[in-house]
């Protein structure tokens, strides 16, 4: 039988919910019937909205989509706008303040405590500008992903962006593609890097050549959610740009007609490629979804793959980093500046001033990479001194400390049903100390740390030199918050998975494991051994177990408590029963006294 999302979906689902929507926003929150509040909430993720968690009802976060994390000139100012008009709740954070962006791993923006009232204005707003919040959540294509510096990469195989930017145009609000079983996640990328992380993606198109033709080969299955990791599967196809669309259209039809609709945690297109294989995959493409004959692949890049690979600048081709920080020269001989943005989040205030830095000193345009940071482009030579001592960039520092530069964080229970320890603030609080006190070997320059509030993977710890994930445990016999600890993980020429090592680490002792585990680094490292080769000889040696050593240090925690018990885990009185949700019909936060 299908399942109640299903049901749900069949009643009213697509570009039809914005209708209902308005008439929520323009009749207030208690409009929506209480019984009801499960299927409006997962209608309303087609349009980008997803409710907040207990103690924040009413409130929502807001994610809008940027194809290939693309923002054209004047609409990060747009963002910034809207974030400080709309997005300030009853909840202030300690670290950024009562308004500010996130940006995100799949190179779009979040923004939160957004009121149902207040969406018609915002969506007006944002479309007026050319940005829009449809499917940016849902059951149907989300926010397309590639090299963030596509069209402008001096060393890029073939430019990448006009057929994400062509794919975006044809399957957004395309009501064939718009109610799949469910979330369906596209990566395009032309690049020699491999940065548009192909691997993790429901569908990836990556660079390929094939009788001195320039296209791409198609790999499908990909994805990290759950206790499920997969690498996509190589379907034997080669693409030229013209035949990306109807190749990706088949593909998502495919999915549309055979994948789960009975079982939501099986849906999503890894598990369908896990029970026909990929030949499977590609015969039915070719005999029901597409009408021309498909080409076998041709000679891919994979072997140059550096994104996220676990190697040092100087071991990369094209020398300096991959992740796109720091100041790089483009094709044209204009450079982009990539900023280091710790654990994606920006207040507004800042967000308005990268704004004013991109008119200033490039063209206005800022791009999103996975890694949660974002680039000023088209910056002439000429700016490149005075850009460089913007007071903003003391803050989102173009050349970071490495354990800056690495740390990624998902949303955790500041806001999300789901997470189940708070994240943002612990991993900039976990960067600031271990900067300060552990020392990183010689020619480490590149070490990823992500920290994911629960099993959902949206930090994507799977591929991270150390992955955290969290958990609760008791410590001296009280509930505390915990992480489990991987390593090993990455993306680049050969991907791999982190193992999962330490079980529910008390949060307080894991800066204290993670020292112990790089001086264990530095001590056994041979000669010039990379974290991850380090990670893989010590697994094979059977000694992985033994370098997680938890260990309390003078890193203190102030969110051992259990924060998803709490309305805000940043208010004074943070129960449950203090919480000032929901917000009154006219928009405005209710107090306590209400």
């Known amino acids: 039988m299908p399942t109640d999302v299903e049901r749900w979906k069949s009643e009213t689902y697509g570009n039809e919910i914005r209708e209902h929507l308005f008439e929520f926003a323009e009749q207030g929150w208690e409009s929506i019937p209480e019984d009801e509040h499960d299927e409006w909430f997962e209608r309303f993720k087609w349009w980008g909205l997803y ?51 996130d940006w995100t791993t799949r190179q779009s923006i979040q923004l939160h405590w957004i009121r149902l009232a207040d969406v018609p204005a915002i969506f007006e707003k944002l479309e007026a500008n050319g940005l829009s919040t449809q499917q940016a ?9 590639g090299c963030p510096v596509a069209g402008k990469d001096r060393y890029e195989f073939v430019d990448a962006l006009p057929v994400a930017m062509d794919l975006h145009e044809t399957f957004k609000g395309n009501d064939d593609h718009s109610n799949l ?3 369906w996640k596209v990566s395009v990328t032309g690049c020699r ?50 035949r990306a669309e109807d190749v990706a259209g088949g593909l998502s039809a495919l999915f549309r007609e055979y994948g789960d609709r009975e079982d939501r945690y099986s849906a999503r297109s890894k598990f369908l490629v896990d029970e026909w294989g990929a030949t499977k995959v590609r015969h039915i493409l070719q ?36 992740d796109h920080v720091g100041v790089h020269e483009q094709a044209d001989g204009n450079y982009y500046v990539g900023l280091n943005v710790l654990v994606g989040r920006q207040g507004v205030d800042d967000v308005l001033e990268l704004a004013d830095i991109a008119d200033e000193y490039g063209s206005g345009e800022i791009r999103i990479t996975q890694r949660q940071n974002v680039l000023v482009t088209d910056v002439p030579e000429s700016n490149l001194d005075d850009l460089l001592a913007e007071p903003l960039l003391e803050d989102y520092s173009p050349d970071p400390h490495p354990f800056m530069r690495g740390s990624i964080a998902c949303t955790g229970t500041e806001f999300c049903s789901l997470s189940i320890v708070e994240t943002k603030n612990r991993q900039v609080r976990y960067a600031r100390w271990l900067t300060e006190n552990v020392e990183l070997p010689a020619g480490v320059e590149d070490f990823h740390i992500h920290l994911s509030g629960c099993t959902a993977s949206c930090a994507q710890p799977q591929i991270a030199d150390i992955s955290l994930r969290g958990m609760k445990t008791r410590k001296d016999g009280e509930p505390v ?79 051992m408590h259990n924060t998803k018990m709490t309305w805000y885990p940043y208010a004074d009185e943070d129960e449950l029963n203090a919480s000032p949700a929901p917000a009154r019909a006219d928009g405005t936060a209710s107090t306590g006294d209400d």
């Open 51 to 101: 409710h907040q968690r207990n103690g924040q009802e009413s409130y929502f976060m807001m994610r809008i989509g940027t194809p290939n994390g693309v923002l054209k000139p004047g609409q990060v100012r747009v963002v910034g706008e809207i974030a400080d008009e709309y997005a300030r709740g009853p909840g202030e954070n300690p670290e950024f303040g009562a308004a500010y962006c």
């Open 137 to 145: 959540c849902g059951d149907s294509w989300r926010n397309i992903v």
């Open 181 to 183: 079983p469910r979330k």
């Open 193 to 242: 890097e491999g940065c548009g992380q192909g691997d993790i993606n429901d569908l990836a198109f990556e660079p390929a050549e094939k009788d001195g033709r320039k296209g791409f080969n198609v790999r499908v299955g990909g994805g990290l959610a759950r206790n499920e990791p997969r690498l996509a599967r190589d379907i034997d196809v080669f693409v030229e740009p013209d």
């Open 287 to 322: 005999e029901e979804f597409v009408d021309f004959e498909l080409e076998t692949a041709g000679e891919d890049l994979r072997g140059e793959y550096t994104y996220n690979a676990g190697r040092s600048a100087d071991d990369l081709p094209n020398g300096g980093h991959s």
């Open 481 to 559: 918050e915990a992480l489990d600890i991987g390593l090993g993980g990455g993306l680049g020429e050969d991907p791999r998975f982190a193992e999962w090592v330490g079980q529910r680490v008390p949060a307080d002792e894991v800066p204290g494991a993670i020292a112990n585990l790089i001086g264990h680094f530095a001590d056994r490292r041979e000669g010039t051994e990379s974290f991850r080769e380090f990670i893989e000889r010590s697994e094979t040696e059977g000694t992985l177990e033994e370098l997680i050593e938890p260990e309390e240090t003078s890193y203190e925690d102030p969110y």
